[in-house]
Structures are given as structure tokens and as C-alpha cells.
């Protein structure tokens, strides 16, 4: 049994060199972006570490060090999200409803 092993010209950088991927840098912006709708004290942190990690990735060549930054971006934002409602809840008397319409 052979395993295909060749690289694509997708996969390539300018130089003609192979790039490594950087799933975390994806799986940051994807935490980033669901923790603005749920669970944001889980996947704010998740997002900054992830995008860190991409980051730190891209500064060695792999791709996409935009999504790492918008990443821990996302993160923060999360983070300042879930403290926002935490102390409106708390200004509340620890209740804290939308009302709409």
C-alpha cells in the first residue's frame, strides 16, 4: 500500500516551499466566534490560547496569522462580554432579562 505524499501548488508558499497549516489558528476564530453567542467564559480563553499558539506558528511560516489575531481579538471581547453581564446581573439584583418589543 502507498500513501500520496505530494504537495499540491495550494500548499506552497511564494519560494515554492511547503507551509505548515495552523488548525489552531481556525479553531480560535471558531471558539472566538461561537463564544460571542454561548458559553463565552469558556471559549473567550480558548480563543486567546488557540490564536496565541497560531500566532506563535505563524511568526515560524505557517498561514494564517490573520485568523490567530482576530482570534485572541474574539477572545478578549468574549472575555469583556461575559464580565458586561455579569455586572448588569449583579446591578439587577442578580436577575438579567432581554426584554424585546
Known sequence: MSQDTSITAHDQGPAGYAQESNGLAIAGLVCGL??????SVILGPLAIIFGGIGI??????????????????LG?????????????AANSGGSFSFNVG
Open 34 to 39: 461561537v463564544g460571542l453567542l454561548f458559553f
Open 56 to 73: 506563535s506558528k505563524a511568526n515560524r511560516g505557517a498561514r494564517h496569522k490573520g485568523m490567530a489575531i482576530a482570534a485572541v481579538v
Open 76 to 88: 478578549i471581547i468574549d472575555l469583556l462580554l461575559f464580565i458586561v453581564l455579569v455586572v448588569a
